[in-house]
Each structure stands twice: as structure tokens, then as C-alpha cells.
């Protein structure tokens, strides 16, 4: 039966490596198109679970409402961010870490309003999808991280094939390329900008989701899993699309067989450890470039 | 078409144009010349928008120009290809084109043109699923070209699209500005290669230092002094 637990470790491990990477998606498309090292993504992704939680008991235990629900809610809550504080930064020519700075300052006040909003105890999210055994040709798969994989990879690919098809998708990547020649074809930068923070924020909503049907949602959960979901967009090459979504699955597989094989207790010290070592073979990350070439 | 009055553009201290008057009228090739910081590309980049004007007026059609977005001027028809042609590396050469046509203006007709582009540039067609950042230097260039046709251009501002260019390649250049042309595209030519320029249109004016210094039918700048004394610098032509 070792086979079989290997296996169960591994979907385990590919579950949270899609959520990671849904997170890690937005933090590269923003570097990209911004250079702003995002590290309010992990929090983006904790409204996302919480107005998932909250639509999703509104509307009687309906899973696709709550997956609707953070999805809207995290990309609403990147616009209102980009909107509210760092366009104005960067409208008054503010030194870019200081931009930097200033989303670790909007991950804190978003934990704490969360916490006002939907307190400090751990919510436990409805149980959205089945929980009972799914058996695939002999092996014991459980339904709820099959569930996750299928609907992640369902949104990465909506992403790649808006980005490749869509007339906005283009224009964000123009602009993220060229910002000035983008402006001569007549792309309005600022409203691509917003539609990089929208898309980004709606990946993470998802996650959060995600997260929160697999464990709890609660105002904390978006810093660690921030700080792991920036190791994966690191680990695959900051600004890479496909990096970040290597990059996440990675990162996942590795913790969750770290756990298992050493223990959970060392599972975040571990994949850090991973992080330092694969920097120090390929310190661009997988799929690395830098930054932003013209 | 094009009027204008008095232009002063700076950076931070440094004045790039000083109070230049210029005139573009309907289907006229004007060209631009002068040594490298006299601010031909300055002048581009503040009709197109992508500097503000310290000083002066820019009319377009009767219509003011300052202050206005590139976008919004894009929707106007003025299409400006930068220098250096600055075509989206990471884009392949179909999504390049349909950038090129974004503009609500440009976007109607967008399919139809895309096929005189692949037509007047097969070597685009053939790598239309190829990344913009794999072309060679010249296919770059044609891509420019290509892109600046989707925009369908009423004027259309060339930055230096000689530069860097083998022989063979300023000829497919020619070519598509005569396909410009020919459409009763309106242009304003920038280039270092004087001459190469001032073949190509029928007026020139001549930059020095941020200020106009002569204009004339281009085929007697072609031959006169001081053209040849701005790149060469006034001294050097004094001491011959």
C-alpha cells in the first residue's frame, strides 16, 4: 500500500501546489507589469476565501457561488489597492520601494479589517464539494484535492487562453513589454494596469477559496501562504507566466513530501531550504529572465 | 494638416526644443534633419504625446493637440513608430499586428488590412506564430512597418527607421514608405541619413540644438552647406 500513500501525497502535494501557483500567477503578473513586488497577494487571497465563505453560507451551502463570490471579491479587492493606493503612489513618483513597502503596509490593514469584518476565529468553510472516497482504478483518490487540481488547472488554462486570444489580454502584455510603444498603438497603460491588478486578484480569490474549502478560513491565512505562493513565483522565475505555475506545483510536491518524509513540523523550514538551493543552481529560477526586457 | 507654433519641450533643466515652428500639409513627405540631441525625436514624441510641452501649440486638423493622451491622439490618426522600432518582444507576430490595430479608429477594418501587411511582407507571414524578440533586425523593422499599417495612419511620424539597417534592408524600407505614400499616407520622416531622407520628401527642416535652423525644398538642402556643417559641427566646416 505504500504506492497508494504515495500517490494520495502527491495529489495532495499538486492540490496546494495549484493553489500556490494561482497566487504565484498574480504576484509575476504584476511584477511584470509593474515591478511592484506584490506582497499583499497572500492577503488578496484571504478576502477572496472570506467572501467566498460569506457567499457561499448566503446562498445555502452553494459551492460554485463560493468559488463566484472569492473570485469577484479578491479581484475587487486588488482594483480597490491599485485604485486607492499604489496608483497614487506612483502618480506622486514615489522611489519604487517605497510602492514595495507600502503593500506589506495594505497586507496588514487588510488582516486586520478582515478581522473586524469576520472575527479572529477560524471559520470552517461548508463542506463545498463531496467527501466521500472517490475510487479510481484501485487507488482511494480523495474528491476534495481531485476537485482543486481540476478546477485549477481549469483557470490557468481560461488565463493562458485569454492572454493568448483576448484584445485585452494582449494589450496587457504590450503594455507590461513596452509601456511607451503600447501608448502609441493606443493602449491606455493605466487601464491595463487595473485589468493586471483585477485578473490577478480574481486568480488569488479563487485560491483562497480553495484553501479555505480544504482547511479554514481565517484572517491570518494569507501571510505564510503569501510568503510560500512569492517562493513559487521566485522558484519558477519572478515575471515568468508558465514559472509560476511550475514554480507553485513544485513547491507544493516538495513541502508535502517533506512532510511526510522528515516531518510537518520542519515542512516551511524544508521547502525554504529547497528555495535557497535551486537559487543557488539557477538564480534566475526555472523559467527566469530579468526583469522587464525591451 | 499639421501646425506648429513656437514648440519648447524639457527635461528637468535641460531645454530639448526651443520654440520650433513647423507646418505638415496633406500628402507631404516633410523630412527632419540633424545631428544626434538636436531634437528630431523630441518633436515626434511631443506631437504623439509621449512628452508635455512646456511652451507652444500643436494643431492637428485645426484641432489642439496639448495635453492630450497618446492614446487619445492614436485616435486621432497619428501614428508615431519609435525609434529603434520597439516591437512587443514577448508577442508573436500576429498579436504584434493586432496590437497595431488596437485604436478603436483601426479596429474595424483590422482583418482586411493584416492581409495587404502579410502581403506587401510575406516574410511576416511566414513567421506569424514566431515571438517578435526572434526576428532579425530588418524583419523587426518590417514588423514596425506592418504594425504602423494596422494603425492606418492620416499621419504617420517615422523615428530613424534606417538605423542599424544593412543596405538591403533601408531598400525594403523605401518600399514601404512608398506604400505609405501611395495611400496618400501624410509623413513625417526623421533620420540621421540626411541624404537618405531628404530623397525621400519634398521638404526638410533643419534642426540644431533644439531650434530650426533652415528649411527649404529638400533638393536644395540636399547640396547646401549648413546640412553637412550640423552633423559635421559649424567648426570643422570652417576650418576646410
Redesign the interface.
Known amino acids: 500500500m505504500i504506492y497508494d500513500q504515495f500517490l494520495q501525497t502527491l495529489l495532495g502535494g499538486l492540490a496546494i501546489g495549484c493553489i500556490y501557483s494561482l497566487i504565484a500567477l498574480g504576484i509575476s503578473m504584476i511584477v511584470r507589469a509593474t515591478d511592484i513586488l506584490h506582497f499583499a497577494q497572500g492577503e488578496v487571497m484571504m478576502v477572496g476565501a472570506m467572501t467566498g465563505f460569506s457567499s457561499g453560507v448566503w446562498a445555502g451551502n452553494a459551492p460554485l457561488l463560493a468559488l463566484i463570490g472569492g473570485t469577484f471579491g479578491g479581484g475587487l479587492m486588488a482594483v480597490a489597492v491599485e485604485l486607492g493606493v499604489y496608483r497614487p503612489l506612483r502618480a506622486r513618483r514615489v522611489p519604487l520601494i517605497n510602492v514595495v513597502i507600502a503593500t506589506i503596509g495594505v497586507s496588514i490593514v487588510l488582516q486586520n479589517v478582515a478581522r473586524l469584518v469576520w472575527g479572529s476565529e477560524p471559520l470552517a468553510y461548508p463542506a463545498l464539494f463531496e467527501t466521500r472516497g472517490l475510487v479510481i482504478s484501485g487507488f482511494t483518490v480523495s474528491p476534495q484535492l481531485a476537485t482543486i487540481v481540476v478546477l485549477s488547472v481549469l483557470i490557468m488554462a481560461a488565463l493562458a487562453v485569454f492572454f493568448r486570444y483576448s484584445r485585452a489580454g494582449i494589450a496587457m502584455q504590450a503594455a507590461a513589454q513596452d509601456p511607451d510603444a503600447a501608448r502609441l498603438m493606443g493602449i491606455s497603460v493605466e487601464r491595463a494596469t487595473v485589468n493586471t491588478f483585477a485578473v490577478s486578484g480574481m486568480m488569488a480569490g479563487a485560491a483562497g477559496v480553495l484553501l479555505g474549502s480544504l482547511f479554514f478560513a481565517s484572517f491570518n491565512m494569507g501571510f505564510i501562504t503569501g510568503i510560500k505562493a512569492f517562493v513559487a513565483a521566485v522558484l519558477g522565475g519572478l515575471g515568468s507566466v508558465p514559472g509560476a505555475m511550475v514554480g507553485g506545483l513544485l513547491f507544493g510536491v516538495i513541502e508535502t513530501f517533506s512532510a511526510m518524509f522528515i516531518s510537518t513540523s520542519y515542512k516551511d523550514a524544508v521547502g525554504m531550504v529547497v528555495l535557497i538551493l535551486i537559487l543557488l543552481v539557477a538564480p534566475m529560477g526555472l523559467f527566469g529572465r530579468a526583469g522587464r526586457q525591451v | 494638416m499639421l501646425r506648429i507654433n513656437n514648440l519648447s519641450v524639457s527635461y528637468g533643466p535641460v531645454a530639448a526644443l526651443r520654440g520650433i515652428d513647423l507646418t505638415v500639409e496633406a500628402g507631404e513627405t516633410v523630412a527632419l534633419v540633424g545631428s544626434n540631441g538636436a531634437g528630431k525625436s523630441t518633436t515626434l514624441k511631443a506631437i ?3 512628452v508635455p510641452p512646456s511652451g507652444g501649440t500643436i494643431e492637428f486638423l485645426g484641432e489642439t493637440l496639448n495635453g492630450l ?3 487619445a491622439i ?2 486621432r490618426g497619428i ?2 513608430v ?1 525609434e529603434g522600432r ?6 508573436s507576430v500576429e ?1 504584434n499586428l ?3 490595430a ?3 479608429r ?1 479596429a474595424m477594418r483590422r482583418r482586411r488590412i493584416r492581409e495587404e501587411v502579410y502581403a506587401l511582407f510575406p516574410r511576416l507571414r511566414e513567421r506569424r506564430q514566431q515571438m517578435g ?1 526572434s526576428l532579425s533586425g530588418g524583419e523587426q523593422q518590417m514588423l514596425a512597418f506592418g ?1 504602423a499599417m494596422m ?1 492606418q495612419p492620416t499621419l504617420l511620424l517615422l523615428d530613424e527607421p534606417s538605423l542599424g539597417l544593412a543596405p538591403i534592408i533601408v531598400e525594403e524600407v523605401i518600399r514601404a514608405i512608398a506604400h505609405f505614400r501611395a495611400e496618400g499616407v501624410t509623413i513625417l520622416l526623421v533620420e540621421q541619413n540626411a541624404e537618405l531622407a531628404l530623397t525621400l520628401s519634398a521638404r526638410g527642416y533643419v534642426l540644431e540644438t533644439g531650434q530650426v535652423v533652415l528649411t527649404d525644398e529638400s533638393q536644395t538642402l540636399i547640396t547646401h552647406p549648413k546640412v553637412w556643417a550640423s552633423y559635421l559641427g559649424e567648426k570643422e566646416l570652417e576650418d576646410t
Open positions: 504623439s504625446g509621449l493622451k497618446p492614446e492614436v485616435e501614428v508615431h519609435p520597439r516591437i512587443f518582444p514577448r508577442l498579436q493586432e496590437v497595431g488596437y485604436s478603436a483601426a524578440g504594425r494603425a
